[in-house]
Antibody, heavy 117, light 111 residues
Framework: QLQESGPGLVKPSETLSLTCNVS??????????WAWIRQSPGKGLEWIAS???????YYEPSLRSRVTISADKSRSQFSLGLTSLTAADTAVYYC???????????WGQGILVTVSS | QSVLTQPPSMSATPGQRVTISCSGS????????VSWYRQLPGSAPKLLIY???QRPSGVPDRFSGSKSGTSASLAISGLRSEDAADYYC????????????FGGGTKLSVL
């Protein structure tokens, strides 16, 4: 199971920090890609970034300059950092895991993040 | 505009077979596999198809996937009212560096 946590409201220009807690020790034992995906209200899915079991990271090119993804196997969690927030970053943020890269088999329930002053 | 192109909406009647298309390029579908997702309102997406045509455990065989060249399709047979949902394709893209692309999504209505 995956469970997102973080603030529901963030101010413009600030940095968003989200954490995904992974049940058991799957983060350290499963050769999966661990990802963040978001969905703006009424819009489609947008992949943000993935971190592979080995630690290699992958980023959406259009967000690359503002995003950091990392994994902490000892705490069985992985995290997302997104800087310089604007209203356009308002979305439901999902954490998910994929065996092959784009086949996200497991999803968190999602967390709504609103960027507003 | 998404790199992976899907029809924004489709409609069909119960019992029919519907096919949703996903058009990409040589940097994504043309060189990697395609996955399909279904998303009901207020819920996280669910994986329906992976590796172009494989179904995860628990997904009924009414759902099938295929890929040819730089395009892929999701077929749903024996359409049911509960199949009314948003459907997304996804594929790995190598240009300019490895990343994932989702299609824009197709809203399927079951009339």
């Amino acid at each position: 199971q995956l469970q997102e946590s973080g603030p529901g409201l963030v101010k413009p220009s600030e940095t968003l920090s989200l954490t995904c807690n992974v049940s058991r020790d799957y983060l350290s034992t499963s050769a999966y890609y661990w990802a963040w995906i978001r969905q703006s209200p009424g819009k489609g899915l947008e992949w943000i970034a993935s971190v592979y079991y080995s630690g290699k990271t992958y980023y959406e090119p259009s967000l690359r300059s503002r995003v950091t993804i990392s994994a902490d196997k000892s705490r069985s969690q992985f995290s997302l950092g997104l800087t310089s927030l604007t209203a356009a970053d308002t979305a439901v943020y999902y954490c998910a895991s994929s065996p092959g890269g784009s086949d996200f088999l497991f999803w968190g329930q999602g967390i709504l993040v609103t960027v507003s002053s | 505009q998404s790199v992976l192109t899907q029809p924004p909406s489709m409609s069909a009647t119960p019992g029919q077979r519907v096919t949703i298309s996903c058009s990409g390029s040589n940097s994504n579908i043309g060189r990697d596999t395609v996955s399909w997702y279904r998303q009901l309102p207020g819920s996280a997406p669910k994986l329906l198809i992976y590796d172009n045509d494989q179904r995860p455990s628990g997904v009924p065989d009414r759902f099938s996937g295929s890929k040819s060249g730089t395009s892929a399709s999701l077929a749903i047979s024996g359409l049911r009212s509960e199949d009314a949902a948003d459907y997304y394709c996804a594929s790995w893209d190598v240009s300019p560096s490895g990343h994932v692309k989702f299609g824009g999504g197709t809203k399927l209505s079951v009339l």
